[in-house]
């Protein structure tokens, strides 16, 4: 038995919406790999942003996704609550936590160390996400990645690394802090960059990476854990 870490699905209400990251053939994927994983008795830990409740509703994800929903209610053993996941206490009638120490290993989604989710960064982060959420319904479903190089600019300029979310190193550290401060865990796994990391040199980090965005059989999906 292993335990399967996933993250980052955003499951939308319907996979064609132009708002949706989310691929048809990355949800048939998906299906797949989540029954294969309970037929093997392996516990999976979802860490983070499972579904996409920032441009669908719950109510749209449920009709829409009826099939996926109850894959995952079949399949996750636990939900670690990401940013993208809404107030709900459970999704998918599973338990919802905000981080889990299960077999030695912490998992946590990892948007806490992100300037544009919290610090003096966010309110910028939030009207992003309102922006890019009408752009992509008025202007082009491309919208979100032409606001991926002004963003990338913002953190430059900003000073606080490269890419999309900031530098890889801010959450790799930041995730290893907490972790010295776990007595029960000798390592831990994130989510929310949508850049899969396997596990390091010393066995101590790792990041699970996403189901998202076109080139989702290029990413790594899921990080195995002991």
Known sequence: MATMIISDLHVPGDCRDPRSDLTVEARSELLHCLYAWRSADHDVILAGDGLELVQFTLAEIERGQGLLCQAIEDCVTLWVRGNHDGPA?????VEVVPYVVWRGTLIMHGDWADPFCYGPWAWLGR???RFAAWAE??????ADLWLDAAAQRVLRVAGLGRGRYGAPERYRDAALHVLDREADAERVVIGHTHAHRP????????NAGTWTGRDWQARGRFIEAP
Do not use: K, M
Request: aromatic content about 10%.
């Open 137 to 142: 319904r008025a202007v082009h479903p491309d």
């Open 199 to 206: 596990w390091t040199a010393d066995g101590r980090y790792a």
């Open 127 to 129: 009207a992003a996400g």
């Open 89 to 93: 206490h459970a999704l998918c009638g």
